[in-house]
């Protein structure tokens, strides 16, 4: 399985980027994916997970970020609007097949104030 991520770069704070990430490879079965954020100096957190039936954020991003996507065709995205500094990050990509997460590379997204 592999995952590919893009679509991060450099925008002013109030400003917005959409990530994507895309899914390929010999899937068995996807039972969700989602978005790790690991800013510098920091813990890894989670952003945001989707699956079939429901989306899930982290209480920073809730009202401003979006994940969409379609399982069935291994294709995500993450709308990020009202960027803030702290929102500076690199982003990862995952996607849960069976019991294995599968991680894309990170993408970096910097927020200037």
């Known amino acids: 399985v592999q995952l590919q991520a893009c679509g991060g770069g450099l925008v002013q704070a109030g400003g917005s980027l959409r990530l994507s990430c895309v899914v390929s490879?010999?899937?068995?079965?996807?039972?969700?994916m989602g978005w790790y954020r690991h800013p510098p100096g920091k813990q890894r957190e989670l952003v945001a997970v989707i699956n079939d039936d429901s989306t899930n954020y982290a209480e920073s991003v809730k009202g401003r970020f979006t994940i969409s996507g379609d399982v069935a065709k291994n294709t995500m995205f993450l709308q990020m609007n009202s960027l803030k500094p702290e929102d500076t990050a690199v982003y990862y990509c995952?996607?849960?097949?069976?019991?294995?997460?599968?991680w894309g590379q990170g993408t970096q997204v910097t927020v200037s104030s």
């Open positions: 490879g010999n899937i068995p079965s996807m039972n969700a």
């Open positions: 995952y996607a849960l097949t069976g019991s294995t997460i599968n």
